[in-house]
């Protein structure tokens, strides 16, 4: 393939899919910034070694496949400090609904399947992307992952298991942050930066 | 969502749903400008397509009668720009949800230098580039000169109204975990040509690792030792903030420059505060001067953030502030006072600012422009009120501007096109909405150079400006993607009228602007384009940094300068010297 046919190519293959990779490396990374450079990384390798591509395959599992890889490979390696924008977005968000009831049952659920995604180990949080959002099969999750088949079956009981305890868990402290409802504005304990902790933490001790 | 309800758990299929709901909202974010994009991570491997690229360039930029070639074809086509489609007027908004061009339309890289009338004031203009260093770009020519310092990003550089330029460089050594443990802070002057005319060393800081953690990896990759340079409004003092990790504290502090003469004009040292206890971890940032608050007095914003557990692959992070007031007086910074009635103010204190009676205000941002609270406080620290807007998410900026009189503050959602003004005195505040973007409309016959706008960007420096005599708010709007796949891009500059807060026009984008600034007198408005992208913010490898400058006036494009190299260029400041 000369070069300009791979362009276009690459380019159409990054229109159509990064969403999708973007999707996996946010599933095994967790961190916005990380997976968009997961992301990123997958469609550069994926230029470089677009000759491998057997054009007789899924061309969004071809990608899947680099990008599981090089995210689990990235958490390895290193883990960079982030601001967590979409984390702070969600605190504000939460801020600004001040006085309005929780809308649906169904967010918070959300938010305690995120939260229990989130004591997953990486691979774990992968199978579950895998083979609930994008449907593939045990024989192909486990390729992806080098796993066996059965290996794959038993990490989604496992995580299943793992994410009932967590939204069990999480009922009556979803109920009470509920019955919380707005928090006055003016209150100075109510900032973004309180309510992205997520856990309290005593205020900052300064030394004389 | 079915729930089991025979069964106080959930079974397997709410939770397969349950998983897929929430991958459902994983989808990507607008395109960080700190986080090349694919195609840039090909070129920066292999080499190949950017010397493929360069040598296009160059045989274009080698051809002297070619530019001047292109010049005049430019000239030519500057008369399509500027010509109105109506007598006295600039191309009309329309009510549709964008500019496009016609279908099927590629677009092609800005020219090297287009110009209509003439050469614009400043001519002159230094930039940040994309890798923390400065560049001088001659508007004249279309040609960019840098680096300047070779220091690293967090050297701060002023320009002189007569074009020289004074930088607090900051150069770091050693390396621990990857990070510096010594910096020194020179005073560096430049002549108005960019070149070096002399040198003043300041201060050196060595930070040193944190002993527990000297026999684990930590993934965090602490800093040992930070600083933050900024400069007085007047311009006669630079500000040297410092922290440095000497376990089990971190001390911190201000050092006070005098630009006239590269003397310390003072040192001030903030409490020191824990480098975090048990099983956390602390970086103490290094401290700002956010603002004058009053005449004589400064306010100190000392960011910090703690991890745990230290070598956790996922550990749990808070951020928070510790702010300060502090007298200045002919550069004497003393009497620092702990505010902690603002240190929950939000995640970055951007800005200070004083208040009838002894009263001040700080402006924090959280999430970029997701989260402005102005939080006003009384002459005792007590609080007033805070005023909170919300803005769009994954758009990394400060959405704030201040009017020239100090007594409001602009805060822009650059994706919704919102312009919120908030009375700093009462806490009133007022919006208005953008309008529509423009049609393409002369530009039309460029339509190459204008991609169709599609989507979103999300990384912006410098995304609003005031003219100087307080009549107008210009701003860059950016759009979100009509869906997941769509890529970001620009869709102009908006002009608003400052008092009523009325969108008076918007000027379609000729490339994916990240960066806006006002000449001194008002009269010309430039826009940095980012390279690699188009106006819709495609790739477009070929496309170079650029800056675009509009006639305040009417909004006609004065100049374009296209082809400025293949890093991000973002202005120092909001207003030019």
Known sequence: MIESERDRAADQAYRDHANDVYRVAYGILRDPDDALDATHETFARAWERWDQYDRQRPLKGWLHGIVVHLALDQLRRRRVRRLALPVLGRAATSLERTGQPDPADEVTRRQAVEHALDGLRPEVRATLVLRHYYGYDYAQIGTFLGISSGTVGSTLSRAHAAIRRRLEADDPAVAALDAEGAMPSAAPATSATAARRGTSTEPPEVLP | ?577
């Not at chain 2, 040609?143 to 967090?154: F, M, Q, R, V």
């Not at chain 2, 006070?256 to 505060?273: F, Y």
């Not at chain 2, 312009?419 to 009133?428: E, H, I, K």
Request: a negative charge.
């Open chain 2, 1 to 577: 969502m079915t729930r089991d309800p025979h069964s106080a758990g959930y079974d397997d299929a709410t939770i397969e749903q349950l998983v897929r709901d929430v991958a459902e909202e994983w989808t990507m974010p607008p395109v960080r400008l700190d986080a090349p994009g694919w195609r840039a991570r090909v070129r920066s491997s292999r080499t190949r397509r950017l010397v493929a690229a360069e040598a296009w360039f160059g045989r274009l930029g080698q051809a002297a009668t070619a530019a001047v070639a292109l010049t005049v074809v430019g000239a030519l086509v500057a008369v399509l720009i500027t010509r109105p489609p109506e007598p006295g007027k600039t191309p009309e908004p329309s009510s549709g949800s964008g500019p496009s061009a016609s279908p099927g339309a590629r677009a092609t890289s800005l020219p090297k230098l287009l110009v209509t009338g003439d050469e614009p004031d400043p001519a002159i203009v230094v930039m940040r580039s994309e890798r923390g260093d400065f560049a001088r770009v001659d508007l004249t020519t279309g040609s960019i000169n840098g680096p300047l310092t070779g220091k690293s990003s967090a050297s701060q550089l002023r320009v002189a109204a007569d074009g020289s330029m004074v930088c607090l460089c900051v150069a770091e050594s050693g390396n621990i975990g990857g990070q510096p443990t010594d910096v020194s802070v020179s005073l560096e002057r430049y002549d108005a040509r960019g070149k070096l005319a002399g040198s003043t060393p300041i201060e050196q800081f060595s930070g040193e690792p944190d002993p527990r953690d000297a026999s684990i990896f930590v993934p965090e990759r602490p800093a040992h030792v930070l600083t933050d340079v900024s400069f007085s409004d007047d311009g006669r003092y630079g500000f040297v903030g410092w922290s440095l990790r000497a376990h089990p504290v971190w001390h911190s502090g201000v050092v006070v420059v005098d630009l006239a003469d590269g003397s310390i004009a003072s040192r001030l040292d903030l409490p020191d505060a824990t480098d975090g206890e048990g099983d956390t971890r602390r970086v103490i940032e290094a401290p700002r001067v956010a603002g004058m608050i009053h005449t004589g007095s400064v306010l100190i914003a000392r960011g910090f953030y703690e991890w745990s557990p230290p070598a956790s692959q996922e550990p749990t992070y808070t951020f928070e502030n510790h702010v300060f007031t502090a007298s200045l007086d002919a550069g004497q910074l003393a009497d620092a006072k702990l505010v902690p009635t603002a240190s929950d103010c939000g995640g970055s204190v951007v800005r200070a600012g004083p208040l009838p009676e002894g009263a001040f205000w700080v402006a924090c941002t959280s999430g970029g422009a997701e989260l402005t609270v102005i939080r006003r406080l009384g002459p005792d620290n007590s609080l007033l009120g805070d005023v909170r807007i919300s803005g769009s998410t994954g758009i990394d900026t400060d959405p704030t501007a201040v009017s020239a009189d100090g007594s409001k503050l602009y805060v822009w959602d650059p994706s919704s096109e919102v312009l919120t003004r908030v009375d700093l005195a009462s806490g009133d505040k007022t919006s208005g909405k953008g309008i529509a973007a423009a049609d393409a409309g002369p530009l039309a016959a460029l339509g190459n150079w204008l991609a169709p706008a599609a989507a979103a960007k999300s990384w912006l420096r410098g995304a609003l400006a005031v003219s100087p005599d307080g009549s107008r708010v210009y701003a860059i709007g950016i759009r979100e993607g009509a869906d997941e796949r769509d890529v970001a891009g620009s869709t102009g500059v908006f002009v608003f009228d400052a008092t009523t807060l009325e969108p008076a026009t918007v000027w379609q984008p000729t490339a994916d602007y990240v960066s806006i600034a006002v000449s001194a007198d008002g009269k010309l408005v430039f826009a940095a384009g980012l390279p690699g992208v188009d106006a819709a913010g495609r790739n477009r490898i070929a496309q170079q940094a650029s800056i675009t400058v509009f006639d305040a006036s009417d909004g006609s494009i004065r100049l374009i300068a296209g082809q400025l190299g293949g890093d991000a260029l973002t202005f120092l400041s909001a207003r030019l010297r």
